[in-house]
């Protein structure tokens, strides 16, 4: 009879399930260990009994590139009829096996502003992915990467503040970014999203590089012009994130045609 996964192996495939790609570095971070020799047991062990797979090959050295996992059908199994578990995610991640080089390093680069956001605000921060967001109800049509819930302080009575995140990269089209922002455009119109959040999440786009930054802004008129019900666009770096160390540091520059300077999540 097989050996049933202990949960801290089960706690790598919830991770994997999130997503969709990780590395061990991208894990010990998550899971706060001092070392990666246990996470790299635990991927070896599950590796073995194809549970998961592995991405690497001998270029990878080359360009100092860590593996990277993925789930297989095995691991499906354990997680189906878990809560929180959707079959259309676990259908869509039979595709992870041939992804591109482009979707793992989204999904590893959602994985690391996850982990450098949740350091930065502990407690106070959670953040459901995209694949968590698949088939919820009154969702926007172009799903964003990760629904971000900010507590405003560490008290138990703090209200919450909600935020879509988008990551958008250079090599992107302009008009499928400027395609986010019509559609959530139209998500504040319809109202569907009143009886999940009681008003429409801020959406904060979050750009590979400081120059595609300044491109949206220069594109932003759209935005000031139209945003209804109180709607807020905001953009970013990945370098701000990834420098980011305290709650009240500011990273986040609304999206104006002639912004005024950056300010906190935690106020925006």
Same mark, same amino acid.
């Given at each position: 009879?097989?050996?049933?996964?202990?949960?801290?192996?089960?706690?790598?495939?919830?991770?994997?399930?999130?997503?969709?790609?990780?590395? $061990?570095?991208?894990?010990?971070? +998550?899971?706060?260990?001092?070392?990666?020799?246990?996470?790299?047991?635990?991927?070896?062990?599950?590796?073995? +009994?194809?549970?998961?797979?592995?991405? #690497?090959?001998?270029?990878?050295?080359?360009?100092?590139?860590?593996? $990277?996992?993925?789930?297989?059908?095995?691991?499906?199994?354990?997680?189906?009829?878990?809560?929180?578990?959707?079959?259309?995610?676990?259908?869509?991640?039979?595709?992870?096996?041939?992804?591109? =080089?482009?979707?793992?390093?989204?999904s590893?680069? *959602?994985?690391?502003? #996850?982990?450098?956001?949740?350091?930065?605000?502990?407690q106070?921060? =959670?953040?459901?992915?995209?694949?968590?967001?698949?088939?919820? &109800?009154?969702?926007?049509?172009?799903?964003?990467?990760?629904?971000?819930?900010?507590?405003? $302080?560490?008290?138990?009575?703090?209200? &919450?503040?909600?935020f879509?995140?988008? #990551?958008?990269? &250079?090599?992107?089209?302009?008009?499928?970014? $400027?395609?986010?922002?019509?559609k959530?455009?139209?998500?504040?119109?319809?109202?569907?999203?009143?009886?999940?959040?009681? +008003?429409?999440?801020?959406?904060?786009?979050?750009?590979?590089?400081?120059?595609?930054?300044?491109?949206?802004?220069?594109?932003?008129?759209?935005?000031?012009?139209?945003?209804? +019900?109180?709607?807020?666009?905001?953009?970013?770096?990945?370098?701000?994130?990834?420098?980011?160390?305290?709650p009240?540091?500011?990273?986040?520059?609304?999206?104006?045609?002639?912004?005024?300077?950056? *300010?906190?999540?935690?106020?925006?």
């Amino acid at each position: 009879m097989p050996r049933k996964l202990n949960q801290n192996q089960i706690d790598v495939l919830l991770l994997l399930y999130k997503f969709r790609f990780v590395t $061990s570095n991208l894990l010990t971070q +998550k899971l706060k260990l001092q070392h990666r020799n246990s996470i790299n047991s635990r991927l070896q062990i599950l590796e073995d +009994k194809e549970y998961i797979g592995r991405r #690497y090959d001998k270029s990878y050295k080359l360009m100092n590139k860590p593996a $990277s996992y993925f789930m297989l059908p095995k691991g499906f199994a354990v997680l189906r009829g878990m809560d929180g578990i959707s079959n259309n995610t676990l259908k869509n991640m039979y595709k992870d096996a041939q992804a591109t =080089d482009g979707f793992v390093e989204r999904s590893l680069m *959602i994985f690391g502003i #996850y982990n450098q956001l949740e350091d930065v605000f502990g407690q106070r921060f =959670d953040m459901f992915s995209k694949s968590e967001l698949t088939g919820m &109800e009154d969702m926007p049509e172009i799903l964003p990467n990760g629904l971000i819930r900010l507590k405003t $302080s560490d008290s138990p009575r703090a209200k &919450e503040r909600n935020f879509f995140i988008y #990551y958008v990269e &250079e090599r992107e089209p302009l008009f499928a970014v $400027s395609n986010i922002i019509t559609k959530q455009l139209e998500y504040g119109d319809s109202e569907d999203w009143q009886e999940l959040f009681g +008003k429409p999440p801020a959406i904060i786009l979050i750009c590979n590089s400081p120059a595609l930054e300044r491109r949206l802004h220069r594109q932003a008129g759209r935005v000031e012009d139209e945003a209804a +019900k109180g709607q807020k666009f905001y953009t970013t770096t990945v370098t701000e994130i990834m420098g980011t160390a305290k709650p009240n540091n500011a990273f986040l520059m609304p999206l104006r045609r002639m912004p005024d300077g950056r *300010i906190p999540l935690a106020t925006a």
